[in-house]
């Protein structure tokens, strides 16, 4: 079946004698109205909920991939808040949208649905570092449900906030100046070296931030969302680390007592 | 055109707001809360008789914009409209959308809901629109079904927007004041009347906003919303981003003779000026909401 509309123009051989003309607009003019609005405020929302990975593209690659994105998977959710959630999927069938930087941009699609998850996911009621004092190998510690743990190969975390700073700024600096920032921020894109970090994204006190983790502090992070006992977690997590034993488990006494603090855990019943 | 205003006197009714479509309520002139506006309403705590939220935006899990809605929830009256019911799309209600409603019904204690009297919604692909409806009976009979699946599910009153619009089906079998009446009668709910949308859509279709404000039932009237709109060459848009325009308060002195005076919103929802700036547009509404039978006759409005 051919789409009706694409990218805010309407088919002109598709058929619209559905609709009235009126004196002043024809059938197709009066759909018209309905079809930029659509794709005003589908492609709007995206262009909101992914700046990172519009500085990464350029602004006429992303409204490129935007506009193919949205034909081929539109809107399956009541929420505008879910418009970006097959996004890496589907960018990952089309890669050419992503020009030579499918890798970078799949990361930053990653981190910036993380995001969107992470401001407004499910709280549960804080483990807190008092409750831990009864920490034992069978109790089953949960991950609090807003908090996304990402393996990424770019450190698209350090580019994100730096395009959230650009923007910030973008009512008070000059255009002269803006431009200036603009061009380096592209420049650092194109420079930006490989490298594989592991992150957290969370939120605190109702703001969201990106926490770099330890390899190891990940895989125990990962293996407590599944709800294991913590035992068996860090048995599973911790059992191939390359850091000496009595190491790790200062490491591991001084990730829980960051974690309660920071609120990120909640009892699993 | 020539424009013939009737006014008979049985168009009035005995002036009484509350009623059972918004649960028996006597709110006054309210405002549509606007995240922009969060900072100043918590700090500043201004006196607004309550707050008309949009559901969908607090439909989540968690996070700030649950947290922000507790804090207004602790000062103030808060009353729900959504915009995503979509009660005129041929499918079944989203049972994930209802779900989680209900959860804000209570969280908030709405005395009553609102949804637009429209579509946006095919085969589960979603157009976050507001699209009008072939004014059939067949589409009245369905929309008035899921009006009532939705007020069962959500044990709390319902009252249907009509919507702007800018363009017609040559299918109609009806005008749109008839279709509205049609739903509410057959869903048995009430009207959240919105004027500058009428004005809008008698400007876009070329219709009198008179005939459509004196068909209104006016005992199924909940609620009433102002706006401000853009105008166009071809036509106009309902941009939310103005001021409310004279001829759209013309026709709200009008509504408020015929239903009394009415728990009323302005809404803006684009270009955003200030908490102040909105608030004192929406108290413009107070002259004609305290005593609508004491002003001077309305002007008629050509389309």
């Known amino acids: 079946m051919r789409p009706l509309v694409a990218g805010g123009h309407v088919d002109p051989q598709a058929p619209v004698d559905y609709i009235k003309p009126n004196d002043r607009l024809t059938s197709l003019e009066r759909l018209e109205i309905y079809s930029r609005s659509y794709w005003y405020r589908l492609l709007d929302s995206l262009y909101e909920d992914f700046p990172g990975l519009r500085a990464i593209l350029g602004q ?60 407004d996911g499910k709280e549960e009621t804080v483990l807190g570092p008092e409750d831990l004092l009864e920490l034992g190998p069978g109790l089953r510690i949960g991950l609090q449900p807003h908090i996304r743990l ?20 973008h009512g008070t600096a000059s255009n002269a100046v803006l431009r200036r920032k603009a061009g380096g921020l592209v420049r650092r ?16 006190d109702f703001m969201v931030y990106y926490r770099r983790l330890d390899a190891d502090e990940f895989r125990l992070l990962a293996a407590l969302g599944k709800a294991v006992p913590v035992g068996k977690a860090m048995e599973a997590a911790l059992e191939d680390s390359p850091v000496p034993v009595e190491d790790l488990r200062r490491r591991v006494e001084t990730w829980f007592a960051a974690w309660a603090e920071m609120g990120w855990l909640c009892r699993r019943s | 055109m020539a424009h013939a205003l009737v006014r008979a006197p ?23 809360l606007r995240i922009p506006h969060y900072r100043h309403i918590l ?38 409209h959504g915009v995503s019911m979509y009660f005129g799309s041929a499918e079944p209600h989203n049972r994930d959308h209802l779900r989680r409603l209900k959860d804000l019904v209570k969280r908030t204690k709405t005395p009553w809901v609102t949804d637009h009297l429209c579509w946006g919604s095919v085969d589960g692909r979603y157009t976050h629109d507001l699209l009008p409806m072939p004014y059939t009976f067949e589409a009245a009979k369905l929309t008035a079904r899921k009006v009532r699946e939705a007020r069962s599910f959500l044990e709390v009153p319902i009252a249907v927007e009509n919507v702007s619009s800018y363009a017609e089906f040559h299918e109609s079998e009806m005008t749109e004041w008839e279709f509205l009446n049609e739903v509410v009668e057959r869903a048995d709910c ?45 036509y106009i848009l ?66």
């Open chain 2, 10 to 32: 049985q168009l009035y009714r005995k002036q009484v707001p509350a009623n059972r479509f918004n649960g028996f309520t006597d709110y006054g002139i309210g405002v549509g």
């Open chain 2, 190 to 234: 009430g009207i959240l009347l919105d004027v500058n949308n009428i004005y809008v859509s008698s400007r876009n279709h070329s219709f009198d906003p008179y005939d459509y404000l004196n068909s209104v039932p006016a005992e199924r009237v909940a609620q009433i919303h102002i706006a401000g709109h853009s105008k166009f060459t071809k």
């Open chain 1, 189 to 204: 894109i194109h420079r930006m070296p490989p490298e594989h970090i592991f992150l957290a994204v969370h939120r605190l």
């Open chain 1, 60 to 119: 006429r690659a992303f409204e490129r991939l935007a506009n193919a994105y949205l034909t081929e998977r539109p809107s399956a959710s009541w929420t505008l808040r879910n418009l970006g959630s097959r996004l890496e999927e589907w960018l990952r069938r089309n890669p050419t949208f992503a020009g030579g930087r499918l890798a970078l941009a799949l990361d930053m699609i990653c981190l910036e649905w993380a995001h969107i998850e992470a401001f």
């Open chain 2, 43 to 80: 700090e500043k705590k201004p006196v607004v008789s309550w707050f008309e939220i949009i559901s969908e935006n607090y439909m989540v899990d968690g996070g700030r914009p649950l947290a922000i809605l507790d804090q207004i929830l602790e000062q103030y009256r808060v009353v729900q």
């Open chain 2, 238 to 303: 309902d941009t939310h981003d103005h001021p409310v325009i004279d001829p759209v308060w013309k026709l709200y002195q009008h509504a408020l003779r015929r239903v009394g005076p009415t728990a009323t919103v302005l809404e803006w929802d684009d270009r955003i000026p200030s908490f102040e700036e909105v608030h004192a547009e929406a108290r413009k509404a107070e002259k004609y909401f305290a005593a609508p039978a004491a002003m001077p006759e309305p002007m008629p409005v050509a389309p």
């Open chain 1, 150 to 169: 990402i393996e990424l190969r770019y450190p698209v975390d350090n580019l994100r906030v730096k395009v959230n700073a650009a923007s910030e700024e």
